[in-house]
């Protein structure tokens, strides 16, 4: 079982950053990756960003072809989170933020963060 707490979104201007933070209840390096998808409305999920945190290729990221050289993702071994930096803020990056860990044991989701990015 994985617990995943999101934090970090909120209301900021176009070309703003903002850092969310996702916290696991368990031991990152037990988890094999993590990921942040987000969902705006009327539209499908997509991945933001993903990286391994346990197994092979430990640190390993990727990303949406739209964030890419904006967002980063990084980890933190000793307070158990990932971070996702994200900077030259667009209005179409508003949406719900949500961080997943993969497991051999199954997959567990945050509830999700509000990022609305304004003109």
């Known amino acids: 079982q994985v617990q995943l707490m999101e934090s970090g979104g909120g209301l900021v201007q176009a070309g703003g950053s903002l850092r969310l933070a996702c916290a696991s209840s368990?031991?990152?390096?037990?988890?094999?990756?993590m990921t942040w998808y987000r969902q705006a409305p009327g539209n499908e999920r997509e991945l933001v960003a993903r990286i391994r945190t346990g197994g092979t290729g430990i640190g390993n990221t990727n990303y949406a072809d739209s964030v890419k050289g904006r967002f980063t993702i990084s980890r933190d071994i000793g307070r158990d989170t990932v971070y996702l930096q994200m900077n030259s803020l667009k209005p179409e990056d508003t949406a719900v933020y949500s961080c997943a860990a993969e497991t051999y044991g199954g997959n567990y989701w945050g509830q999700g963060t509000q990022v609305t990015v304004s003109s």
């Open positions: 368990r031991n990152i390096f037990t988890i094999l990756t």
